[in-house]
C-alpha cells in the first residue's frame, strides 16, 4: 500500500515552485489545472498572512490529488528531495 501523499509546512513553497513547474512544462497538462494553480500561487503571494505554511501545504496537496497522477508524484518527490540537498549544500 502505498504512503499517503505529504507536505511538510516548511516546504510548502518549494512544493509551490516544483508544482508550478510542473503544471506548465507538461504538455497534456489541463488548462483548469493550471487556473487553479496560479490561484493558489497568487493567494499565497498576495495574501501571506492569511494563507499560513501549513494552510497553502493543504491547498497543494487537494491540487495535487486532483490532478498529479501517483507515478508524477513520486517524480516530484525526488525534485523536492534533489532541490532540498541542494538547499542543504549551499548553508
Not at 500500500?1 to 505529504?6: E, L, N
Not at 495535487?64 to 549544500?89: M, N, T
Request: positive net charge; proline residues 5%; charged residues 25%.
Amino acid at each position: 500500500m502505498p504512503r499517503p501523499r505529504a507536505i511538510q509546512t516548511a516546504e510548502a513553497p518549494l512544493w509551490l515552485a516544483v508544482l508550478l513547474d510542473y503544471s506548465f512544462s507538461d504538455k497534456s497538462a489541463q488548462r483548469a489545472a493550471q487556473l487553479d494553480l496560479v490561484g493558489i500561487a497568487h493567494d499565497a503571494a498576495a495574501y501571506p498572512d492569511d494563507i499560513p505554511h501549513w494552510r497553502l501545504a493543504e491547498l497543494l496537496l487537494a491540487w495535487a490529488g486532483r490532478y498529479v497522477s501517483a507515478r508524477d508524484w513520486q517524480r516530484l518527490q525526488a525534485k523536492i528531495r534533489q532541490r532540498r540537498r541542494q538547499s542543504e549544500a549551499a548553508c
